[in-house]
């Protein structure tokens, strides 16, 4: 088994979603046999914890999945944790997601990416 470090993008979205576009990047922990393997868990991970909730003003706030926009080999740690969290806003959510998607297509067609060593 391997350990890789994964970035999960969701799309936070409160009410009607009538504010500056907000993404959450997470960074995870997963253990895997392989870089497919651990692109799956990391995709199911996403989904899995897609959330909503009421806030204070009554208003549903939702964390959407959008994909896994990097993976790397690491040497080993914890599986599913997570290691960073970074609220990202923007005027053009549109890019913003079709450029997560590039990077995940990316992933899985070429397996290319770093080990990265922790000291």
């Known amino acids: 088994m391997n350990w890789y470090l994964s970035k999960i993008v969701f799309r936070i979205i409160c009410g009607d979603g009538d504010h500056t576009p907000q993404f959450d990047e997470q960074l995870r922990l ?8 651990a692109f799956s868990k990391a995709m199911l991970i996403g989904e899995k914890e897609q959330d909503g909730f009421y806030n204070h003003e009554q208003k549903v706030v939702q964390w959407k999945f959008i994909n896994v926009a990097e993976l790397y080999k690491l040497s080993g740690l914890l599986d599913g944790a997570e290691v960073y969290s970074r609220i990202h806003e923007t005027d053009d959510p549109d890019h913003y997601i079709e450029f997560t998607n590039r990077k995940a297509a990316h992933i899985q067609g070429n397996g290319t990416h770093k080990l990265l060593e922790l000291l």
Do not use: G, H, L, S
């Not at 997963?30 to 393997?37: L, V």
């Open 30 to 37: 997963i253990i895997a046999n392989d870089e497919e393997e």
